[in-house]
């Protein structure tokens, strides 16, 4: 693995956890970040690159670019250290960590109506 790789790696993760609530699940082909049991996106780490698979993407694409879309992933690519945006990074944990209260509250109110029609 390449040096600038490892770098923009631990980058990644110091600017995610900085978010209180942001927990790291290793895999055996890649790292996850959850905030409240929804994963806001993964690492995956391969020779020369970096993906990030950002689950929340479909829910924030106007305000990001990314390099490939599908109906609900969004995938940002990290090919040379120069790829690498801070401020990418922080503003997507930002709008993901909105997106998963939003969509926990949803799925609360939606539990307690069926509990209330049964």
Known sequence: MQEWIERTVES?????????????YYNSKHITFKFENQALFYIKIDKNQITLGCHK???????FSFDYASKY???RYINTQNDFDKKFIREYVEGAI???IELN??????????RRNQ
Not at 57 to 63: A, Q, T
Not at 105 to 114: F, P, Q, Y
């Open 12 to 24: 990644i993760e110091e600017i995610t956890l900085s978010f209180d609530g942001v927990k790291k």
């Open 73 to 75: 992933m969004r995938h």
């Open 105 to 114: 509250e949803k799925n609360r109110i939606r539990a307690s109506l069926r």
């Open 98 to 100: 909105g997106c998963s």
């Open 57 to 63: 993407g479909y829910m924030l694409e106007d305000r």
